[in-house]
DNA sequence: ATCTGTGCAAAATGTTTGCACCACA
DNA sequence: TGTGGTGCAAACATTTTGCACAGAT
């Protein structure tokens, strides 16, 4: 479930690093490269070897080997270890980090990644003043089908397409809770001029949500059973009622003397959260949509940010007169 | 530093699974076992044949070999995985389950325990309905001596003394912030009988916290160093807040209009709450000191709860009639 | 033409087993 | 006295290397 594109992209990559250390491409290393490029899972030399022998007999076991361990120098793959005595190597290009659950009946291993347990692994490694050089976490258990005794083929999603949905549907709510911030707040302001830049910022989010939207659609006539697709990105939805106050909430803290200063500080302290949370989360994932989805999201918040900070020191600056 | 004691349990319980699967004590399991037992980290099949030869030149690596995988069997040992290319085995004895944090340059292992990150991590597993068996953490980096070239010993433990200081610290923090509780609340209520009920369990646990107290220090005096030892059990101490309410957090709810019977709720929902964290976090440490504090202190929440069911009882009694 | 790549076979590493002799219970 | 235990050596499984020949730039 590699796009033809991603392989090129790739295999360029691999060139750039054979001749940058004065190696040279060889009818074996496109053979074995494209195959395991072509092939998603975790591939132990022994596997792959397999798979390159289908289309060229004549390739060896240690060629096979050699390679991989090339593809893991110049950064296309990396070696993991399943706990069941092979090294094992998977794909990298535009993979976040991630940990694996593994069926310990039927192998079948599923990737997952929650910013909030890596934060916790940073905490905890902070206190013993470690330099964290790489860290995994891995879950063995028994899979849904074979604790039914039903096991079914494992079904192969498009990595970057479910990276996508996770993110925009992060994404969606945030924008979600966005607009309902904004126009609440309007209700509550008013002077029209500061109304009407919550207005604006309401109208401007509801038009990212319609993206965001039109994205999803899109996202799902493409690949018809991404929801199938196990979640990757674990989040916690309550985070968002962190930053972004529920109309109630809103409400509440701006209730009875209505101050429109008030407001403006907490939407902007809403968008710098906003902000930092959504680069965070850009950073866990390696070049993906997912990253650029969060990074779009990340850059539209900094601008309210600005536009809102304006209108505070027009505020401010009247108030001073 | 593990005690004459600790070893000779470990030693019937290893006689008995022997006898329960006809088979003999022998010199060498003897020898081998011992020097398990013994010694701190995880060893290797290797490194333990190395210690055992000191002992006794004759006993040969299958042996030790054999015997390491008994214990497993038996319960008293655990292979891990510390990626280094060859099985370790560490001890199960009175040790929780944990995860381990390695210096990739001089090997040195701290373990250490989260109950958030399990939590987190059933939670994750959860939403994909596998039945976990087990799972594993590993993070490798380099450790602070190593940053500073300056590579030092490893200082020994006793573990079950690191699991006890951890859990008394927690069990403090609670007790303190139960006081703290109940004089607040007692001071808001009126009514006698009331205010006493809640004066008394303030007592109490005042009591309970000089014993921790007192414990504390006869730790501190038993093992000096003890301080020096990493953190074992990670715990957000933020988390007792949302248990017990601090003295701002009660006056606030309890202020104006001051009702015994809604006081009374508070404190049954807290116990009950406290109770409920105790017992979740006792559930973490097999059967070490660390557990048997935890299980102590919330038989004791159990026993305010049901002191004040009954103040309670008493009050909506009183107010039928 | 030169230098790297390849495949084979063999070594290295770590784990596990077969077997003849040994020693508990 | 008989079953299980031990040590040795050999088998296994996987990863890694040496080397003579092949092939890419």
Redesign the interface.
């Known amino acids: 479930m590699t796009t033809d594109e991603e392989v090129a992209e790739q295999l360029v990559l691999f060139s750039d690093y054979l001749k940058k250390n004065s190696l040279k491409m060889t009818r074996q290393r496109e053979v074995i490269v494209e195959s395991f490029l072509r092939t998603n899972g975790h591939l132990s030399v022994e596997e792959l070897h397999r798979l390159v022998k289908e289309k060229d007999a004549s390739v060896g076991f240690t060629t096979v080997f050699r390679t991989l361990k090339a593809l893991t120098d110049c950064g296309l793959a990396r070696e993991t ?1 399943l ?1 069941d005595g092979r090294t094992r190597f998977e794909h990298v290009y535009h993979r976040p980090h991630h940990h694996h ?1 593994v ?2 009946d039927c192998n079948r291993t ?1 990737e ?1 990644l ?1 910013p ?2 890596e934060r ?2 940073e ?3 902070a ?18 089908d074979c ?1 039914n005794q039903r096991p079914s083929p494992q079904e192969v999603f498009d990595s970057d397409d479910v990276f996508a949905r996770d993110a925009l549907k992060i994404a969606m709510e945030a924008e979600r809770s966005g607009v309902n911030f904004y126009l609440a707040a309007a209700e509550q302001i008013s002077r029209p001029s500061g109304r009407a830049t919550f207005l604006r910022i309401a109208e401007e989010e509801k038009k990212h949500l319609h993206d965001l939207e039109y994205e999803w659609l899109e996202l799902l006539k493409k690949d018809k059973n991404i929801l199938k697709a ?2 990757f990105l ?1 989040f916690d939805y309550d985070a968002l009622k962190k930053i972004f106050p529920t109309r109630e909430e809103i409400k509440k803290r701006l209730e009875g003397d209505l101050d429109e200063e008030q407001a403006l500080k907490l939407a902007m302290e809403m968008e710098v959260e906003s902000y930092r949370f959504f680069r965070e989360y850009a950073g866990k994932f390696n070049d993906t949509r997912g990253k650029a989805i969060f990074l779009k999201f990340a850059a539209e918040e900094e601008d309210h940010w600005r536009t809102i900070q304006k209108e505070y020191d027009r505020v401010m600056q009247r108030r001073v007169h």
């Open positions: 270890d706990q659950i069926c310990v599923i997952f929650s909030e347990l916790l692994q905490m905890i490694v206190k013993y003043q470690f330099r964290t050089v790489r860290h995994q976490m891995q879950i063995f258990g028994v899979c849904p604790q196990p979640v674990h």
